[in-house]
Each structure stands twice: as C-alpha cells, then as structure tokens.
C-alpha cells in the first residue's frame, strides 16, 4: 500500500496557477533582500533562503506531468532547505536573522 506522503510528493505538477504563486513568491523575496542589500550593509539571510526555498516549489510545479520523480525531488529539497531555516530560527536566531 503507497503511503500518503509519497503519494502528494511525487504526485503530478500542479501546473500554472500553484508556479505563478511560488515563482511570484520568490520574486517578493529577492526583492525584498536586494532592497535591504542595497539600502543597508545587513541584508537579512533569511529572505534569500526562503526565495530558494519558493523558487524550487515553483520550478516544481512547472515541469511536465511525466517528470513526476524531478518535480518530487525539487518539492523535497524545497521542503528541506525551509525546515532547516526554520530549525535555524529556532536554534539560532542570531544566525538565521543576521544580526
């Protein structure tokens, strides 16, 4: 019996709207870091790892319905990389904000 969890993970790309969203995502994000980098010396770390985080959920999504496997490892290193900022928040606050 497939479990749940592989079943959304490696399920087909959602298609336009889900990429228009996390790519939109990752637009805000970066330019909320470029925006900080250029008016101050300390652009915060955390904008850019979650515009990553957004950009590969969005590039995701984008792929072809036959690339089920691509689309599922992008969704868990997507996955990944923002429990890691968030344990990051957690365990270091000073690491994950840059102060």
């Keep these: 019996m497939p479990s749940r969890l592989s079943d959304s993970v490696f399920s087909e790309?959602?298609?336009r709207p889900i990429t228009v969203v996390m790519l939109g995502g990752?637009?805000?994000m970066s330019s909320g870091y470029l925006y900080y980098a250029l008016l101050s010396e300390a652009a915060p770390p955390y904008?850019?790892?979650?515009?990553?985080?957004?950009?590969?959920?969005?590039a995701a999504e984008s792929l072809p319905a036959d690339h089920?496997?691509?689309?599922?490892?992008?969704?868990?290193?997507?996955i990944v990389l923002?429990?890691?900022?968030?344990?990051?928040?957690?365990?270091?606050?000073?690491?994950?904000?840059g102060m």
């Design 13 to 15: 790309p959602s298609g």
């Design 26 to 28: 990752a637009l805000v």
């Design 47 to 58: 904008l850019l790892v979650m515009a990553v985080g957004f950009a590969l959920s969005g």
């Design 68 to 78: 089920r496997r691509a689309a599922g490892a992008l969704r868990v290193t997507a």
């Design 82 to 97: 923002l429990l890691v900022l968030l344990a990051l928040t957690v365990v270091a606050p000073d690491a994950a904000f």
